[in-house]
T-cell receptor, first 114, second 116 residues
Framework: EAGVVQSPRYKIIEKKQPVAFWCNPI?????LYWYRQNLGQGPELLIR????????DSQLPKDRFSAERLKGVDSTLKIQPAELGDSAVYLC????????????FGPGTRLLVL | AQSVTQPDIHITVSEGASLELRCNYS??????LFWYVQSPGQGLQLLLK??????LVQGIKGFEAEFKRSQSSFNLRKPSVHWSDAAEYFC??????????????FGTGTRLAVRP
């Protein structure tokens, strides 16, 4: 069974540029999460989807961050415009409705904003 | 608010030695407890989890963890460390899913180095 897929794995951009990350969860997992992991820290939740509905986006900086999961499967996280402080690893995770507490993570996208 | 503390930022052990990584949580109720491992440039891999029942749980790669309610701890152990265990280890908690919506709260991690 394929795990959570994320792309790109690495991204380098200049500040004020837009950037997008893509995630495909494990097949059959209805819940999808986006996390941000700053250097030397644990991941912090940005947004959680139940199917196509964003049920927790309280930690998403909505002035520059947006996310979508239009068909309830794959998801895109966008930053526009990027700032230096956005440099981090962006992790996607998914979980199945029967064991929602257990989340499976993708390899992450490492973003560097110059 | 729930919080997770991993008091050891960095630990170095010799290959073949035993290992214990500490994790304490601050919480009114017993949360669901997890240990994840992150190798350089990789995502997080679930090692083990505790929801209820037997307080000693077995995980993958020879790891185990013990939940101690009286100490609000969930320490990770391995009897004999291998060089491939060098990685960063994260303890995480989730409130009962019904109330928190499965929000994982992570500790800051413990980086494990293994001496040959």
């Amino acid at each position: 069974e394929a795990g959570v897929v994320q792309s790109p794995r690495y991204k380098i951009i200049e500040k004020k540029q837009p950037v997008a990350f893509w995630c495909n969860p494990i097949s059959g997992h209805n819940t999808l999460y986006w996390y941000r992991q700053n250097l030397g820290q644990g991941p912090e939740l940005l947004i959680r989807y139940e199917n196509e509905e964003a049920v927790d986006d309280s930690q998403l900086p909505k002035d520059r961050f947006s996310a979508e999961r239009l068909k309830g499967v794959d998801s895109t996280l966008k930053i526009q415009p990027a700032e230096l402080g956005d440099s981090a690893v962006y992790l996607c995770a998914s979980s199945h409705r029967t064991v929602q507490e257990t989340q499976y993570f993708g390899p992450g996208t490492r973003l560097l904003v110059l | 608010a729930q919080s997770v503390t991993q008091p050891d930022i960095h630990i170095t052990v010799s290959e073949g030695a035993s290992l214990e990584l500490r994790c304490n949580y601050s919480y009114g109720a017993t949360p669901y407890l997890f240990w994840y491992v992150q190798s350089p440039g990789q995502g997080l891999q679930l090692l083990l989890k505790y929801f209820s029942g037997d307080t000693l749980v077995q995980g993958i790669k020879g790891f185990e963890a013990e939940f101690k309610r009286s100490q609000s701890s969930f320490n990770l152990r391995k009897p004999s460390v291998h060089w491939s265990d060098a990685a960063e280890y994260f303890c995480a908690v989730v409130l009962s899913a019904k109330s928190s919506g499965d929000k994982l709260t992570f500790g800051t991690g413990t980086r494990l180095a293994v001496r040959p």
